[in-house]
């Protein structure tokens, strides 16, 4: 005798409305976001906080693939891979992207910023930013940058000898991004310098390829190249500013609501890089000290012996990409100093 089962009204709804909802959220787009960051890292959060956000708002119409630590290749393979339509959405420093677009170079002179609020009205400027997108969508054809973040702090030197002045470097073999500034600065300051990609420098460390690195102390801890650099000295040379670069094609193939969407979710994300590194930062030097590494600030007279690094990277800039992108970056950074002094000024009541 053979019994059927029959399913009950609430069974059949159950599984209509399953099936309603399984379709309404099968994603018509993907969005591949590709970095170099360790999963440690703050930046690898800031891209979780997007695609967290782009999928909840989209309804699962955009399904967001997050591939950190160089899964995808250096910074140069992630730019090339979003110029050439295979990724979506990636982010370097400026040398990251130095070998596309030059010019943007201009923000890793020496000693430009001098502190973390100028950075803060900089990474804002919309005058600058609108002009460096437009530049670097000319010139890469696809390349559309979304906008500026911090990363992790900012930038200092760390070698496996103590450091307190600029002499102390001497020789010393030091790790930079594939940038001609990075490079020209420390070569102005008699360093060897030695680019090596990111997800090579524990074992070029590890090796001796090379003895030092300029980098944010979070990156350092972060990734355990604390386990050969024990000496940093504060020197604040440039900040880790990040560019975040989106494939231009696609961002247009999206209906018009979700091209909001994926714009305030870059909203979220900015939010989270600008704040999160500097709520983090006690954490890391606390690890890199009790690894038994050494932080030394720099007295003025100190600091002075590291600005001789500044003027031969303006003039080889110049001399190579003309002035106009270091005017451009200078009067962002005016803008910054007056707003801030006014700022200041309305605070103090004076």
């Not at 995808?72 to 090339?80: A, M």
């Not at 030059?102 to 910023?113: K, N």
């Not at 930013?129 to 670097?136: F, G, N």
């Not at 106009?324 to 009541?349: K, P, Q, W």
Request: glycine share 8%; charged share 20%.
């Amino acid at each position: 005798m053979t019994v059927t089962i029959r399913p009950g009204p609430l069974a059949v709804g159950l599984c209509s409305v399953l099936a309603i909802t399984s379709s309404a959220q099968a994603a018509e787009f993907t969005m591949k976001i590709a970095h170099v960051s360790a999963t440690t890292q703050p930046l690898s959060t800031c891209a979780e906080v997007m695609k967290s956000y782009v999928e909840r708002y989209s309804n699962g119409r955009i399904e967001v693939q997050h591939y950190p630590a160089g899964q995808l290749g250096t910074f140069r393979e992630n730019v090339e891979a979003v110029q050439l339509g295979t990724l979506e959405m990636t982010l370097t420093s400026g040398g990251g992207i130095a070998n596309f677009f030059g010019p943007i170079q201009a923000f890793d002179i020496p000693y430009l910023f001098a502190d973390d609020q100028v950075m803060d009205k900089v990474m804002a400027d919309r005058e600058l930013t609108e002009r460096l997108r437009a530049d670097v969508l000319e010139a890469t054809g696809t390349v559309r940058l979304m906008g500026m973040t911090g990363g992790v702090g900012w930038r200092d030197f760390f070698a496996n000898v103590p450091v307190k002045t600029a002499a102390d470097l001497e020789g010393v073999k030091m790790r930079t991004v594939e940038s001609p500034v990075a490079m020209e600065f420390a070569s102005a300051l008699g360093m060897n310098p030695t680019p090596v990609p990111w997800p090579e420098l524990y074992t070029s460390l590890a090796t001796g390829v090379v003895n030092g690195t300029k980098n944010a102390l979070s990156d350092v801890v972060d990734t355990s190249l604390n386990d050969y650099v024990k000496y940093a000295v504060a020197d604040h040379h440039t900040h880790n500013l990040i560019f975040w670069w989106m494939s231009d094609p696609w961002l247009k193939s999206l209906p018009e609501d979700l091209q909001v969407v994926v714009a305030d979710g870059f909203h979220e994300l900015s939010k989270t890089c600008n704040g999160l590194p500097g709520a983090l930062y006690l954490e890391k030097y606390e690890k890199f000290v009790e690894s038994g590494g050494e932080v030394h600030i720099p007295t003025e007279e100190e600091k002075a012996s590291f600005l001789p690094g500044q003027q031969p990277v303006i003039d080889w800039f110049v001399e190579k990409y003309g002035s106009e992108y270091y005017d451009l970056v200078r009067a962002a950074v005016d803008r910054a100093e007056a707003e801030i002094a006014a700022e200041r000024s309305s605070f103090t009541g004076e």
